[in-house]
């Protein structure tokens, strides 16, 4: 139990009575990358709600642990204490509340008083250099009126700014133009090299190699119908940048046949 | 008929009337003045602005004010909460008693008085003439503009109080007012009159504070006249009392007249915030916006009637009305009744109005982040309101019902815990 990394075992969940998920195992140790890749509607995002705490995703059976602790029956904000991270594929609006408020709110909640104003100004500005954004962003409403990118950029601006022990992408690079996935790309790799950010264990969640390029992956997994159905080395994104997953899925339906 | 010094006469009635002049002198309206409101007070109706809605719990209707020691006995000694910058004193800016006003400033009070206000048509400013009890004059002559807010202030210390305050601003000045209403603990009735009258091209900025005591009964008729290419904000934070009744009217009398209105109330315990907005287009030009945010928590009630006139004269009229409505707890009730009226045919009006919870996906999207629920919750609704309190002028006033909203969110999730 006291085995660290984030470890996910027998996953299975529904949403509105269907059964998404239906039994993942995967374990994210300490500073590796992982690329979870598949097609729409293999329950990639399933996942991601299911380990952050989504009140209208039922786990029915199985374990997520973080360092040991197990998340599942935590609520949501008790997950990311723990040092759990997800970076949201369509990011709620929350009128009202500037960008500035919403990250000290948030850095306060995780990490209560460990950075004075003046450090955690100088670290947000650091940040926004890193990502190519203007300083008039932090005081926009989250999300509010926010293109595609700018979205993203503000759950990465997020992730850097909590440091969490492990991060979930969930589809970062859909709907990203080059210069958004490269600031994406650029953002990660910084904080992976930064004083905090050794440690950090990452799922990348996509359904495109293309991010894989920007940052590297150490294991890729396939999934596909609630199952992770191939795992293996950086190679396997190739694999399905040259042939998609028609293949996998042929070689799974023989495999089970 | 009039009563023994010392012994209080209760209810608004004649007699009643008959004593505070016998006791405190005419003051600055006039004895005949005075009994003539009263005489329509009595006779007007309570207007009904919804027909067919659900019965109040607070209904003006049955306001019973039999047993209201109408003023007191013992005069307060000079309710000072005004102030004037040495700045605006020099450069012109007049605040007064209405009594010293008269004295004083007899030509410039009487031009004003009653210019914005017609109180012969509404129940409760006749009532808040003939009780008139406090009385500030605020007159900025032409061409002034002062920096700093001018604040006049009531607090409310007996039964009853009865505020009046006219505000003159010459042409092409420019300055900021607060209105600050308050009470002692106690059920204070609150009954007033604001007149607002704005020359051309001036810029007036008027922002009232209502936090009145939690048993307190606020009754508040504001009008303001607008000339030409003249600019009048009005910012309302209905925040106090158990029950209030608020209503402003704006008429753009001029070409180019604008008028901003904005409303923030929050119902909270069995609060009943009822606010009333109506702005008349009366001339060609003339340009409106209202923004309206509430919340209602416990078994607060709220209700919210937008009017926008655009009489037939107003060729090229603009004006647009949000109203939008927060339900924090299954016992309070928002009603949000938006109604146009456009006589002129080259106008542009909007209105929208919506009343809703906090969506589950933005609570969700907080507590990924590590905020806890409550907190999230109490972070989103403040939220919800900042279009509307980012308009009112200064820091220091936002951040002030900032705190007062804030506090009542918290105090619902302690109740609800």
């Known amino acids: 139990m006291s085995e660290r990394g984030l470890r996910i075992s027998d996953l299975q969940a529904s949403v509105e009575g269907k059964h998404i998920l239906k039994g993942i195992d995967l374990a994210v140790s300490p500073g590796s990358v992982h690329a979870l890749m598949g097609p729409n509607g293999s329950g990639k995002s399933t996942l991601a709600f299911s380990m952050a705490g989504h009140p209208s995703y039922a786990v ?8 040991g602790e197990e998340l599942i029956g935590l609520a949501p904000d008790k997950r990311a204490k723990a040092g759990l991270f997800l970076s949201f594929q369509y990011p709620a609006a929350i009128p009202g509340v500037s960008v500035a408020n919403f990250i000290r709110t948030a850095r306060q909640a995780v990490r209560p008083d460990d950075l004075t104003p003046a450090k955690f100004r100088a670290m947000i ?11 008039a962003f932090l005081s926009r409403y989250v999300n509010d009126g926010f293109s595609g990118g700018e ?8 992730l850097a700014m909590l440091a969490p022990k492990y991060a979930v992408l969930d589809e970062t690079d859909s709907g990203l133009d080059v210069d958004a996935l490269k600031a994406v790309g650029k953002s990660v790799n910084a904080l992976r090299e930064s004083e905090g950010g050794k440690e950090i264990g990452f799922l990348i969640i996509t359904h495109y190699p293309r991010i894989l390029q920007h940052i590297a992956a150490d294991h890729v997994h396939i999934m596909m119908d609630g199952r992770i159905v191939k795992s293996g080395g950086p190679e396997l994104a190739n694999v399905i940048e040259r042939e998609g997953y028609d293949k996998i899925r042929e070689e799974v339906a023989a495999s089970v046949g | 008929m009039s009563a023994s010094l010392g012994i209080p006469v209760r209810g608004v009635s004649r007699a009643a009337l ?3 002049l016998a006791h405190l002198g005419e003051g600055s309206v006039s004895a005949a003045a005075r009994y003539d409101a009263l005489a329509r007070y009595e006779e007007l109706p309570v207007r009904s602005v919804v027909r067919g809605g659900r019965g109040w719990k607070h209904d003006l ?8 020691a109408a003023f007191p006995l013992e005069p307060d000694p000079e309710i000072d909460l005004e102030s004037l910058s040495p700045a605006a004193r020099r450069a012109g800016v007049t605040i007064e008693r209405f009594s010293r006003a008269r004295e004083r400033h007899r030509a ?23 009780f008139q009890s ?21 607090e409310a210390r007996h039964e009853a109080l009865f505020p009046y305050t006219l505000v003159s601003v010459g042409a092409a000045a420019s300055v900021t007012i607060f209105e600050r209403l308050a009470s002692v603990a106690g059920a204070a009735f609150v009954c007033g009159v604001v007149e607002l009258i704005v020359d051309e091209r001036a810029k007036v900025t008027y922002a009232v504070e209502q936090r009145t005591s939690p048993d307190a009964r606020v009754i508040m008729t504001r009008r303001a006249t607008v000339a030409a290419n003249a600019e009048l904000n009005v910012d309302f934070a209905e925040l106090g009392a158990k029950h209030t009744v608020s ?53 607060g009630q709220g209700r919210y009637v937008g009017n926008i006139k655009i009489l037939p004269e107003a060729h090229g009229a603009n004006a647009s009305l949000r109203d939008d409505a927060l339900l924090l707890s299954k016992g309070a009730h928002i009603d949000s009744i938006p109604a146009l009226e456009i006589a002129a045919n080259d106008v542009k009006a909007f209105h929208g109005a919506t009343v809703g919870a906090i969506s589950d996906e933005e609570l969700f999207y907080a507590e990924s982040r590590g905020i806890e629920r409550s907190q999230a919750e109490r972070m989103i609704a403040v939220g919800f309101f900042e279009p509307a309190v980012s308009r009112f002028p200064t820091d220091a006033l936002r951040d002030e019902i900032r705190l007062v909203l804030e506090n009542k969110i918290s105090s619902k999730a302690e109740a609800g815990a």
């Open chain 1, 125 to 135: 500005f650091d940040k926004l250099d890193t990502l190519d954004m203007d300083a």
């Open chain 2, 134 to 154: 406090h009385g500030t004059f605020i007159d900025v002559p032409s061409g002034i503009s002062i920096d700093e807010p001018l604040v006049i202030g009531y």
């Open chain 2, 61 to 68: 209707a049955k306001l019973d004010l039999s047993e209201l």
């Open chain 1, 60 to 67: 029915t059976s199985g374990s997520v642990t973080l360092d």
């Open chain 2, 247 to 299: 209503r402003f009217r704006a008429v753009l009398r001029a070409p180019g007249a604008h008028a901003g209105t904005t409303a923030v109330f929050f119902s909270d315990g069995d609060q009943h915030v009822d606010i009333e907005t109506e702005t008349i287009h009366a001339a060609g030009n003339t340009t409106s916006d209202v923004i309206v945010r509430s919340a209602g928590t416990g078994r």
């Open chain 2, 18 to 20: 008959d004593a505070l």
């Open chain 2, 108 to 130: 410039a009070f009487e031009r004003a008085f009653g210019a914005a206000l017609d109180t012969r048509d509404d129940k409760f400013a006749s009532l808040a003439l003939a």
């Open chain 1, 151 to 158: 979205k993203k950029r503000l759950e990465m601006l997020q």
